[in-house]
């Protein structure tokens, strides 16, 4: 989609997508390496947010709330709820604490009541582990995942046959969406001339490490 290569290329301009030689977590040389942490001013964090809202309207997902993992997740979910405000869907939003309040109005969420279809917002899908716990405190509350949201599906195998986003869809049977996958990032870097150089590594990376598109 049109806003996936416009996603990539912010990325690329603020440094929140880089190429080179990057260890991985899973201990592969990665010829790249993304870091949604550095959106982190107010014109760019407003235009990651934008995405998210145009990747949630494209992809007509039946949500009826927004939900942010703590930490990233919490600004995430906020940004994102106003600028679907601005394209007139108007959602409410919580996100979690990571300790338990004993005061005050007390609880583990904070923001509208966790209830109905629950979307969930985070940067990146890597071991699944803040997927789980989310899903985990939204059925304790009576509610049902929607779904998830990401910046990025890197499309590599995790330590089995399917990528971290797969088994996502495939242990909650819910949709993940991505504002831009691999394949989106390999098409932008065909035709960015100051890029290209980098596409026989990342193509080869996905040759290697790479799922089927799904």
Known sequence: MEFSRDFIALACDKGVLRFGEFMTKAGRKSPYFFNAGLFNDGASFGALCSFY?????AAELDATMLFGPAYKG??????????????GVNLPYCFNRKEAKDHGEGGTTVGAPLAGRVLILDDVISAGTSVRESVEIIRAHGAVPAGVVIALDRMERGTGALSAVQEVRAQYDIPVVAVATLDDLIGYLGGNDEL???????????????????
């Open 74 to 87: 919490i600004p995430l979910v906020a940004g994102t709820a106003m600028r679907l405000a601005e394209m």
């Open 53 to 57: 809202a145009r990747a949630i309207v």
């Open 196 to 214: 290209a150089a980098n596409l026989p590594a990342v193509q080869a990376y996905r040759a290697a490490y790479g799922v089927n598109s799904d």
